[in-house]
């Protein structure tokens, strides 16, 4: 069965730097997602993305994130400048594209960010 | 804005018990709902969905969910539990007036003793 993947699946980062967490979504599939899931609190929802643009972001996908699908396959978050407040757990997931609109989002196993 | 509240937080219970997890959602119109498992080290997994049609929705490995529109409702049920079906589960709702996104609860953490 098809499966989306997150590499890596732990990443520790001094405060300041830079971190591309990298994703592939299952091959047909069109919109992607990032979520993030600090210890102790909800999943939350960063951005979408969908005909290599950003469709959706919510209030805490500010300048420091950004999304990229630099080829065919992957599908990459970038913080540009961790802070400690950074640390969760970030997961990926995808969906078809159906002109009912409505989609079943399939999830990767998520990449542990730890920032010192 | 719109929000998802599942009312246990952890739940322990016997093998062969039942199961009811609540989940609640705030007003925000049409919505898709869904409950997600997370076993122990593995990545969430969808359980079952409601889009439309049949308020009672059956999902795999014998879970079901009704979605009660009247209360803003979409509990998890399962008859008889076993020892496997240890594992964190969450409510998920897609109000369709915000996108796609989806909009999570919680959690509710369940252990089934053996």
């Known amino acids: 069965e098809p499966e989306v993947t997150q590499t890596p699946s732990h990443q520790v980062t001094q405060m300041g730097q830079e971190v591309i967490l990298r994703c592939v979504p299952i091959?047909?599939?069109?919109?992607f997602y990032w979520y993030r899931q600090i210890l102790g609190q909800k999943v939350e929802f960063l951005v979408s993305?969908?005909?290599?643009?950003?469709?959706?972001k919510s209030e805490i996908f500010d300048d420091q994130f950004s999304v990229e699908r630099p080829d065919g396959s992957n599908f990459t978050l970038k913080i540009r400048s961790t802070k400690l407040e950074d640390s969760a757990m970030y997961f990926c997931a995808s969906s078809e594209a159906t002109s009912g609109g409505a989609h079943e989002q399939f999830f990767g196993p998520g990449t542990r960010l730890t920032v010192l | 804005a719109q929000s998802v509240s599942q009312h246990n937080h952890h739940v322990i219970l016997s093998e062969a018990a039942s199961l009811e997890l609540g989940c609640n959602y705030s007003?925000?119109?049409?919505?898709?709902l869904f409950w997600y498992v997370q076993y122990p080290g593995q990545h969430l997994q969808l359980l079952l969905k409601y889009f439309s049609g049949d308020p009672l929705v059956k999902g795999i490995k014998g879970f079901e969910a009704e979605f009660i529109k009247s209360k803003f409702s979409f509990n998890l049920r399962k008859p008889s539990v076993q020892w496997s079906d240890t594992a964190e589960y969450f409510c998920a709702v897609m109000f369709k007036a915000a996108g796609n996104k989806l909009t999570f609860g919680g959690g509710t953490r369940v252990l089934v003793k053996p």
């Open positions: 007003y925000g119109g049409t919505v898709n």
């Open positions: 993305f969908y005909n290599n643009e950003i469709s959706e």
């Open positions: 091959s047909n599939h069109l919109y």
